[in-house]
């Protein structure tokens, strides 16, 4: 059987692809390429995280304790001086370390003080006391590193991140008007099939 839209008698499969394809589901089935092609690009991956160094201060302030330090996956550290550890840097999973204190003499943990190389500053710990729930007290100063500001995209340490939001108000937007261009096709496809 040859069909209405055919462009040699000989060509059967040829023709019965146009005429699927022909009116109303040729721009979708030309959208779908389109967006499949997009979905498909290749995209950066994050942006490496470089070390964080976490430097302990005043320790002798509490002398009746033991400090301690564990890396992601390594066995604690105990230390009871000031003292300075590096959180590695990694290429995508950052790296988690963990510090606490533990009284000599009751065995009695501190609370956990947890630090990530996850695009974070450089830390200096200067601790005053214990309070009376076990919970370290002390004061935590940032100082900048090559990790400020590296969450969010490709760019220099310190410079502005004014574009994201914006960025991510196009991206909503271009959404919603897609969607809504959606349901108004399928709406007019509606009518005209009950018409």
Same mark, same amino acid.
């Given at each position: 059987?040859?069909?209405?839209n055919?462009l ?32 498909c690009?290749?995209?950066p ?5 470089y ?7 005043n ?8 400090f301690y ?43 956990t ?8 500053p ?17 004061i ?8 400020? %500001? %590296?969450?969010? %995209? ?9 574009r ?18 959606l ?13």
């Amino acid at each position: 059987m040859i069909k209405k839209n055919c462009l040699t008698k000989s060509c059967n499969h040829c023709c019965s692809f146009f005429y699927y394809f022909n009116g109303v589901k040729k721009p979708i089935f030309l959208l779908s390429l389109f967006y499949f092609s997009i979905a498909c690009a290749d995209s950066p991956g994050k942006k490496n995280m470089y070390e964080s160094k976490i430097s302990i201060r005043n320790t002798d302030h509490l002398i009746g304790y033991d400090f301690y330090w564990s890396m992601e996956g390594d066995s604690a550290t105990v230390f009871n001086h000031d003292s300075s550890f590096t959180i590695p840097g990694s290429a995508g999973r950052p790296m988690n370390a963990a510090l606490w204190a533990v009284n000599k003499k009751t065995n009695l943990s501190t609370d956990t003080l947890f630090f990530s190389n996850y695009y974070a500053p450089d830390y200096l710990i200067t601790f005053d006391s214990v309070s009376a729930g076990n919970k370290l007290v002390f004061i935590k100063s940032s100082i900048a590193n090559s990790n400020e %500001g %590296g969450d969010s %995209g490709d760019k220099e340490a310190g410079e502005s991140n004014s574009r994201a939001p914006s960025r991510m108000m196009l991206f909503a937007g271009i959404s919603l008007a897609a969607l809504v261009l959606l349901v108004v096709l399928f709406i007019r496809r509606k009518n005209a099939n009950e018409a």
